[in-house]
T-cell receptor, first 113, second 114 residues
Framework: AQSVTQPDIHITVSEGASLELRCNYSYGATPYLFWYVQSPGQGLQLLLK??????LVQGIKGFEAEFKRSQSSFNLRKPSVHWSDAAEYFC???????????FGQGTELSVKP | TAGITQAPTSQILAAGRSMTLRCTQD?????MYWYRQDLGLGLRLIHYSNTAGTTGKGEVPDGYSVSRANTDDFPLTLASAVPSQTSVYFC?????????????FGPGTRLTVL
């Protein structure tokens, strides 16, 4: 079955600390992988995506993610978190079955001053 | 550019009543989607449309219907609402149906069914 798992429901980090949000997927074909961010009361915004090529992808707002096929993972990282990064983060997987995406459960990020 | 607009922003609805959630995009995107977001479950696809005149079922289509009469509009109808349809509903669009296409999301409609 196709699925996305984000093991951490809620993470709290201190401002300036590094961040890693985990994402594991199960997909029967070549996956297209996405990270979206949702600020409170807003829709989702794309942070970055991977569909081929270099397995380390750069996104907006200083985020990056690394695709590891052997681990079926696509973890999101940021070297230094800012208070404005507090939001909910969603990992999603799609493929060649049209544009339908499967989302993970989301990870809520809180940032301590 | 407005992108995707959704209406209403929020609604309280009595069980058994019908309601249509509206979604309009101004990006001339071919593909459009409806998701529901529930705590702990992320976003789940309800229905989608790859182009005007066609629609398809997603992961959780029961109790919902959609139509796509033109490129810009993709309304979602609840014919007879039930409390389990209490959720936040997001409309999205993308420029193509390839799995690598970014989806653009509207601001959402918060629906409470009592």
């Amino acid at each position: 079955a196709q699925s996305v798992t984000q093991p951490d429901i809620h993470i709290t980090v201190s401002e300036g600390a590094s961040l890693e949000l985990r994402c594991n997927y199960s997909y029967g074909a070549t996956p297209y992988l996405f990270w979206y961010v949702q600020s409170p009361g807003q829709g989702l915004q794309l942070l970055l995506k991977y569909f081929s090529g270099d397995t380390l992808v750069q996104g907006i707002k200083g985020f990056e993610a690394e695709f590891k096929r052997s681990q079926s993972s696509f973890n999101l990282r940021k070297p230094s978190v800012h208070w404005s990064d507090a939001a909910e983060y969603f990992c999603a997987v799609g493929g060649n079955q049209g544009g339908k995406l499967i989302f993970g459960q989301g990870t809520e990020l809180s940032v301590k001053p | 550019t407005a992108g995707i607009t959704q209406a209403p922003t929020s609604q309280i609805l009595a069980a058994g009543r019908s309601m249509t959630l509206r979604c309009t995009q101004d990006m001339r995107h071919n593909a459009m989607y409806w998701y529901r977001q529930d705590l702990g479950l992320g976003l789940r696809l309800i229905h989608y449309s790859n182009t005007a005149g066609t629609t398809g079922k997603g992961e959780v289509p029961d109790g919902y219907s959609v139509s796509r009469a033109n490129t810009d509009d993709f309304p979602l109808t609840l014919a007879s609402a039930v409390p389990s349809q209490t959720s936040v509903y997001f409309c999205a669009s993308s420029g193509g149906t390839g799995g690598y296409n970014e989806q653009f999301f509207g601001p959402g409609t918060r629906l409470t069914v009592l």
